[in-house]
């Protein structure tokens, strides 16, 4: 490593360890507005890499947490745009406004992540921002570029569709044979078997810490060998994924997602080192 790349994951490093207390409410911010944890820490992991270039080209830091929702916003409203997710204009009709009450609607806070999802994106935002993280209607107006009366307004509306909604429910496109297969060789520590599934191109992510290709995904689980962890196939926002088990505990620790191409695995994403997730998730163990 030359001393530029070096310079480059130290600043690299630093800045993680400056943003490190805000992520997890970045997530939950933004896994409520995609409906998933994993799209959600997605545009966390876009967000950082913006706001990580944004600071070398800058002397001055900004205030981080509002800077860094700010830019999470932006962020989650180009992806929805993209995939063609629901998005209206923030207005500000005072017949709406008259009925606001500044008080968390208590329906909203217990929401399922799924429900959001049936919100107009500034509903969605409001609610999220207001409701469920706490923060004040100057700071959600800041956030979201609008007024505070048009955060009023998308907060009557998206607190009364909320309440109305009912939650989705998604299919598992993931084969079920393979990672029940790929669970039991793990559970075993039969790192050979499960070596023996992976893809001889096969793309690893240990979300934010590193990146991995081909043979080198193989040494990846030398990390694995010492650790008491388990898996157990299960359903993550719809999706059949592994949880993973720490020392036999009762709730999974993170989550492990596998994609397969004709028989072998093809990408994983590993959520290791970022186990916020598991507490937003919705999770269901499979028998």
């Known amino acids: ?32 507005l995609t409906g998933s944890v994993i799209e959600g820490e997605d545009i966390v992991q876009d967000t950082l890499a913006k706001a990580f270039y944004a600071l ?5 830091v900004p205030t981080l947490k509002p800077w860094l929702f700010r830019i999470a916003h932006n962020t989650a409203l180009d992806f929805l745009k993209s995939h063609g ?10 017949d709406e406004i008259a009925t606001f009450d500044d008080r968390p609607d208590p329906a909203v806070v217990r929401a399922a992540l799924a429900k959001f999802v049936s919100l107009p994106v500034i509903q969605r935002s409001a609610v999220i921002l207001k ?20 955060v009023k307004s998308a907060l009557v509306r998206g607190r009364a569709n ?14 079920r044979a393979e990672l029940d297969r790929y669970a039991t060789l793990f559970n075993a520590r ?44 299960g359903r993550l926002d719809g999706e059949l994924v592994l949880a993973a088990y720490v020392a036999k505990a009762e709730a999974p620790a ?34």
């Open 131 to 150: 409701d469920v993280l706490g923060h004040s209607l100057e700071e959600t107006a800041q956030t979201m570029g609008t007024t505070i009366m048009a």
């Open 162 to 175: 909320l309440r109305e909604q009912e939650a989705d429910d998604k299919g598992a496109p993931v084969p």
């Open 56 to 60: 070398s080209l800058t002397p001055d």
């Open 1 to 32: 490593m030359n001393e530029t790349s070096a310079a480059v994951g130290k600043a690299r490093d630093q800045f993680l360890a400056m943003v490190d207390g805000v992520r997890p409410e970045l997530h939950r911010y933004c896994a409520r």
């Open 190 to 233: 039969d790192w050979d078997g499960v070596r023996a599934l992976i893809g001889d191109d096969c793309k690893l992510d240990l979300v934010s810490k590193n990146r991995r290709r081909g043979k080198e995904v193989g040494l990846y689980f030398g990390n694995y060998e010492k650790a008491d962890v388990s898996v157990r196939v």
């Open 254 to 287: 993170y989550f492990i997602l596998l994609e397969w191409e004709n028989g072998r695995v093809a990408n994983i994403r590993d959520f290791r080192y970022v186990p916020y997730i598991a507490r937003e998730a919705a999770f269901e163990v499979l028998q």
């Open 85 to 94: 997710r629901k998005y209206t204009d923030a207005s500000d009709t005072l």
